[in-house]
């Protein structure tokens, strides 16, 4: 069973149409690159399945279930979450500051779902005098156990402002694993990169996939879509032109259909 099912997915922002009846599924351990020019949709859909938006017509299913995602929280509830292309990281704060950021631990909320929780839900009758005291050790020990798990050379107490491109993906990206997700969407985490941090990414990514996460990958690099996904997905002006296998295409294919020169495959 596909643990997410689009059928129909349509997006309209009063006469402009973004999109037009997008149907997909993504597989448990599979990678899906989402490729096309700008303007394609590709964002839209993918804030779509995160939450941000509503589409206009269509149905959403994961694990074969109907759902309605009424925000960002409501899809990480279920097992979504999302790196955004500027990574919504804070410069001035650690590694491990940024990987709990509005999730941090206490003495009272020992695990990020507590800590997403009203102060008064967090709280049992015995823990009402109990100040909100950061629990940084606790904060400290389980970044580093992620970026172990990713075999990631960053480290906890490090300054965001202060690491490579390649570590602030690796912050976003752990920071997706605190809930421990079954799909992660990934918006242009190759973007404006040098060649060697790319690497590290497209690692980062593979990791996922071993650890069972399926993943949606929206990417303008086609060499990286072709290194690291199992299938591809061709927008061109918010439809949805090719569904197919990478082994199956090739990026000279790709680039057709991204420009018009291919109509679909």
């Not at 997008?22 to 939450?51: M, P």
């Not at 690291?228 to 997905?233: P, Y």
Request: aromatic fraction near 4%.
């Amino acid at each position: 069973m596909a643990v997410l099912e689009l059928a129909g997915i349509s997006k309209q922002y009063g006469a402009i149409t973004a999109l037009t009846d997008i149907s997909l599924t993504l597989q448990a351990g599979e990678v899906v690159g989402l490729v096309g020019d700008n303007g394609a949709g590709k964002t839209t859909l993918v804030k779509i399945i995160a939450g941000n938006f509503h589409p206009t017509e269509g149905q959403i299913k994961l694990n074969g279930e109907v759902v309605q995602l009424h925000g960002p929280k409501d899809a990480r509830s279920k097992g979504i979450e999302i790196v955004y292309q500027d990574l919504a990281l804070a410069d001035n704060l650690t590694a491990a500051a940024n990987i709990f950021l509005g999730r941090e631990l206490t003495l009272v909320a020992k695990t990020p779902a507590e800590a997403e929780l009203p102060w008064y839900k967090r709280r049992k009758w015995w823990q009402w005098p109990l100040p909100e005291i950061l629990d940084y050790r606790a904060m400290y020990k389980r970044s580093g156990e992620l970026f172990a798990e990713l075999k990631s050379e960053t480290r906890p107490r490090d300054l965001v402002k202060r690491m490579s491109g390649g570590q602030r993906q690796a912050v976003a990206i752990a920071r997706t694993r605190l809930s421990n997700p079954r799909i992660v969407l990934m918006d242009e985490p190759t973007a404006a990169i040098s060649v060697r941090q790319v690497a590290e990414v497209l690692n980062l990514i593979r990791r996922l996939r071993e650890q069972g996460m399926a993943i949606i990958l929206i990417s303008h690099r086609i060499p990286d879509v072709f290194a690291v996904c199992d299938r591809l997905v061709v927008l061109r002006r918010g439809t949805k032109v090719a569904d197919k296998r990478v082994a199956d295409s090739s990026p000279e294919e790709v680039t057709g259909l991204i420009t018009g020169a291919i109509e679909r495959a």
